[in-house]
């Protein structure tokens, strides 16, 4: 079996009594880093992470959105369809702002698992389990446990890019149904590197070549890709390229933050024992996205990943 890629934590430098919110477990590929895993009070994220050449291109807690980290997973609407003494009452969280939002409490998403699950000569696959958990409330100290998740990372590094296909697969957490949605601030989220973002010349662009955030359109957009001038002569980006199998919509700004989901308008309701799955790709990649390329490569799911071989279609 090839050992190509490993799988470690590693410390977070901090001055003598200080400690650590979170936790990182960084990935590395023949001893090059790929990305990091990381844990922090509110939910986890990818980053830092970096293409081929070494360029980081995301951004941990912005100044101007602190609850943007990385890659990342989050929802602002999620309800628990409580029975109460004359019909369903909605109980709705939030795990996209760490505060209060729009009157919405602030949930955890609380990694409980992580385990580099197969890898090959040229793929690697990391499996999470996560636990969504409610804010303290009263008749729930602890919060009420709301969705428990399986996510999948399968990593392909290339020449120009680094893939992330990203696939989770949700289901309530007890004997109470979910309701997911909607809101335009799910599912999956980008925040690009402040080299991005602050310049004016790295304006998002679709697949359409529509270039700038007021010219993309909310839905029936197939990618997104953020590039641009990182330091030195360098160009770097982000491409997010969600899987076509739902209908999608999409928030992207100008300032440096690409979000696609498909619970804008409708909420998906999962009862006990049901599950969902969303599916996204991002691609951490040197130089300016392609017209046509990374979009084309068939999705890796997990159960593709053959852990002698790599990602099959």
């Known amino acids: ?45 990818l980053h830092p992470v970096w293409t081929p050449s070494g360029q980081i291109v995301t951004a941990e807690r912005p100044a101007d959105h602190p609850h943007h980290s990385g890659i990342w997973i989050a929802s602002d609407h999620v309800g628990l369809l409580m029975q109460g003494p004359d019909g369903i009452e909605r109980y709705d969280y939030c795990f996209y702002v760490d505060d209060v939002f729009q009157g919405r409490a602030p949930g955890r998403i609380v990694q409980t698992g992580l385990r580099l699950a197969a890898q090959s000569d040229t793929a690697a696959l990391v499996e999470q389990k996560l636990d969504w958990i409610g804010p303290a409330e009263w008749g729930a100290d602890a919060g009420r446990p709301v969705l428990t998740e399986t996510r999948w990372t399968v990593l392909t590094p290339m020449k120009d890019a680094l893939i992330l296909d990203v696939t989770c697969e949700v289901t309530p957490a007890g004997e109470v149904a979910i309701a997911l949605g909607p ?55 982000i491409s997010v390229i969600p899987d076509a199998a739902a209908p999608l919509a999409w928030f992207v700004a100008d300032w440096g933050v690409i979000t696609t989901g498909a619970i804008r308008d409708t909420a998906r309701t999962l009862h006990p024992g049901e599950t969902t799955r969303f599916a996204c790709r991002f691609v951490a990649h040197d130089g300016v996205a392609p017209v046509d390329g990374w979009d084309k490569t068939p999705f890796a799911a997990p159960e593709h990943f053959n852990g002698s071989t790599g990602v099959t279609p």
Do not use: K
């Open 1 to 45: 079996m090839s050992e190509r890629f490993r799988l470690a934590p590693v410390g977070i430098a901090l001055p003598p009594g200080a400690f650590s919110g979170g936790g990182r477990d960084l990935l590395t590929f023949d001893g090059a880093p790929l990305c990091a895993f990381t844990r922090a009070r509110f939910r986890p994220c």
């Open 183 to 237: 809101t335009r601030h799910a599912w999956f989220n980008a925040r690009v590197a402040d080299a991005l973002a602050l310049q004016p010349d790295s304006a998002p662009v679709d697949n359409r070549g529509n270039r700038g955030a007021a010219n993309i359109a909310v839905r029936d957009t197939a990618r997104v890709a953020y590039s641009g001038p990182v330091g030195g002569d360098a160009v770097a980006g």
